[in-house]
């Protein structure tokens, strides 16, 4: 039988199922909370995904959790407890750094530019200043103006947060610049009322959200 992985949560707090169709399979003081399933579908359907939010939520509310996104699965329950064992220590730090944490979100659009191309053939000057454009461009970097609204946005909010994340994508609506803040549940409120303050740049968009499980703290900082 294939098992679906939500979280990773201490055992002795563990308690019972965090909610109807989970079950907990447990070792050596840690606890896994899956469910049984058959064969994925591909892709997953809408309800399926708020589901299992709902379900890694329920568990984040109860408890400090490493959650997983959708679509760990499991070949079995030896499987399982052989997870939980091989991966031990790095378990047990994880929850002990996650305890009483939430994490928030902010995200900021930044609206697409248009470039004007020159009529002309570019100099080698300009050609080396196109390069560096695109490598500050690329999908996974912040170009300066972004990072300098990043670190201001992160200052601002510093004394709320214990961590922060930052990550940047393209779209055709512009770029988004996606900065998450690992916190206290208790300091969420007052992040919500620092949030406020922030003043985007002309023609950006501000979007505000949380508190999640701390999806983007589980890995090593990149």
């Known amino acids: 039988m ?19 169709g989970i079950c907990l399979l447990t070792a050596h003081g840690l606890a896994a ?3 049984a399933v058959e064969e994925m579908g591909s892709p997953p359907s809408v309800s399926s995904l708020l589901a299992y939010e709902r379900a890694v939520e329920a568990i984040h509310a109860r ?35 996650l305890l009483g944490m939430t994490e928030m979100g902010i995200r900021v659009l930044c609206p697409a530019r248009a470039e004007v191309l020159p009529d002309f053939a570019p100099s080698p000057g300009a050609r080396y200043l196109a390069s560096l ?3 500050y461009n690329s999908a996974n970097a ?5 990072a300098k609204l990043a670190d201001q946005i992160v200052g601002l909010l510093s004394d709320c947060s214990t961590e922060q994340r930052r990550e940047v994508s393209s779209s055709s609506q512009g770029r988004l610049v996606s900065l998450y803040f690992l916190m206290p ?3 969420a409120e007052q992040f919500r009322q620092r949030a406020r303050q922030i003043r985007p740049p002309g023609g950006a968009k501000l979007l505000l959200s949380g508190p999640w499980p701390p999806y983007n703290f589980v890995a090593p900082s990149s």
């Open 63 to 97: 408890q400090a959790v490493i959650p997983l996104r959708y679509g760990c699965v499991m070949e079995s329950e030896f499987a399982v407890i052989r997870l939980l064992e091989d991966h031990r220590q790095e378990y047990e730090a994880l929850l002990v750094r």
């Open 33 to 35: 909370a899956v469910s």
């Open 2 to 20: 294939k098992y679906l992985l939500y979280g990773i949560v201490q055992q002795d707090l563990a308690g019972g199922s965090p909610e109807p």
């Open 185 to 187: 549940k208790n300091r």
């Open 133 to 135: 454009r695109n490598r």
């Open 142 to 146: 912040l170009v300066p103006e972004e």
